[in-house]
């Protein structure tokens, strides 16, 4: 699949992180002169796949299910930026992603052969790293079935390549009524202008959008850095849904957070800032049939 404007997600990428330090900790993950990661070794105990997406969360070619009523669907395995805490980071080049129209129709059949799947959660990769016509093809073939309730588009290019978010790609989300975009922002320097205009044509055009925020050490783990988020996300119209502990992968030991100062920080938020503000903290555990509360 062809990617849009990679260069552009570069630069873009490169002048926020030159104004913004919290940001370029998520950034840039220096190399081995082999091309690995020093970042391999701490928390081993985790794996590489700690959610099963290579084995038994794998159902058809490019669709994960671990929830009885949603299905993860592989669009892509490209994004506009390598975050240094993905949970897929080890993933890459190996998962299976959706390439042909007869993936996606497998994909298609496979959710109506479930009944009790309502939800459908595009992903990857990102999808908005695909072409409109693409997107629109995944959206419009799980849409059109009467039993979802909503498609997800989880994307970070609001963050890391705002432009990419264009008018005539949130009219198109908008189109079915199904769409929600969920994004992800980790810090209040990552909500500049480009990034409120992102957000402002998906809502705009009828598409909720919510933001799925990672706990990460150094870069949001107080209680006056997280209410500033939250305050920025609020103000620019995207709904504080999760905020993550860092997932248990190999390789980000540097971003854990301690649970106690988790716990700190989500009660400082809770009794200063509104319900509509205030996200949900909770883990991600392998084999858990819920996001766990911290």
């Known amino acids: 699949m ?4 990679p260069e552009y997600a570069c630069e873009y990428s490169k002048r926020l992180a030159e104004r913004s ?3 370029a900790k998520q950034v840039y993950e220096p190399k081995l002169p082999d091309g690995t990661s020093q970042e391999v070794h701490g928390g081993e105990e985790f794996g590489m796949d700690p959610f099963g997406e290579l084995s038994h969360a794998s159902k ?14 592989m669009t892509s395995d490209a994004c506009f930026m390598n975050c240094r805490h993905c949970t897929r980071q080890w993933l890459f080049g190996k998962t299976e992603i959706v390439e042909t129209d007869d993936d996606l129709a497998r ?9 009790l799947i309502r939800d459908v959660l595009l992903s990857g990769g990102d999808p908005l790293t695909l072409h409109d016509d693409r997107i629109m093809q995944f959206v419009d073939a799980f849409a059109a079935l009467e039993q979802i ?5 989880c994307t970070r290019a609001p963050c890391t390549n705002p432009a990419r978010v264009t008018a005539h790609l949130a009219k198109l989300l908008g189109r079915s009524k199904k769409v929600w975009v969920n994004t992800q922002f980790n810090c209040a320097d990552e909500l500049t202008d480009e990034a409120r205009a992102a957000a402002a044509r998906l809502v705009d055009a009828g598409v909720p959008v919510s933001c799925q925020t990672v706990l990460l050490k150094g870069v949001n783990d107080s209680a006056p850095e997280m209410l500033r988020l939250l305050r920025a996300l609020t103000a620019a119209r995207i709904r504080p849904y999760y905020v993550f502990m860092c997932d248990p992968i190999v390789g980000i030991d540097r971003f854990r957070v301690q649970i106690e100062k988790a716990r700190e920080i989500e009660r400082v938020c809770a009794e200063s800032i509104g319900g509509l503000s205030l996200p949900r903290f909770v883990m991600d555990i ?9």
């Open 60 to 73: 058809v070619k490019g669709l994960k299910q671990r929830f009885p009523d949603r299905v993860l669907v």
């Open 107 to 115: 994909c298609v059949e496979y959710v109506k052969t479930n009944s």
């Open 2 to 5: 062809a990617v849009l404007f």
């Open 21 to 23: 330090e919290r940001f």
């Open 149 to 153: 309730d909503m498609v997800r588009v």
């Open 286 to 294: 392998p084999g858990a049939g819920r996001k766990i509360p911290i």
